[in-house]
């Protein structure tokens, strides 16, 4: 008789997401081709988002996103799929701000959750003049 541990399936990814949940939405036909793929520049556009919100929380105020590197779609995102956008604040410079986002999605009926993209995200703080600004200090917990 097998054990527990070895009669479940095996994970789809060998870890969960990093980083806090920052957004999650549901994939909807207007996103995708005709194939049915959403198309990389909506989930690049939800990626943003998350990013900026996590941005925006650390500048106590506006940001603007100057830089995206690093991505790679490891897997398409189909209609119907739920997307969740994970963050975390890797560095902060004078007025700039790092952030790494993973994005992954779920497939309702299965509940299976899958990576399909993460990227590095570079913001800066904006200020009343639309020019950058300096960070403030980080608010203690």
Aim: with cysteine; proline share 11%; charged share 20%.
């Amino acid at each position: 008789m097998a054990s527990e541990a070895t009669s479940r399936p095996p994970a789809l990814h060998p870890r969960l997401p990093t980083g806090i949940p920052l957004i999650r939405v549901i994939a909807m036909p207007a996103d995708a081709n005709p194939n049915g793929d959403i198309f990389g520049g909506w989930l690049l556009s939800q990626m943003d988002l998350a990013g900026g919100s996590l941005a925006v929380q650390r500048a106590q105020g506006r940001c603007a996103t100057v830089a995206v590197d690093g991505m790679v779609f490891h897997e398409p995102v189909f209609v119907g799929d739920e997307v969740s956008c994970y963050g975390e604040l890797i560095k902060t410079g004078r007025t700039s701000m790092t952030v790494r986002i993973e994005a992954w999605r779920r497939h309702p009926p299965s509940g299976t959750s899958r990576k399909v993209t993460e990227a590095i995200f570079t913001y800066v703080a904006i200020g009343e003049d639309r020019r950058p600004r300096p960070l403030p200090p980080p608010a203690v917990p």
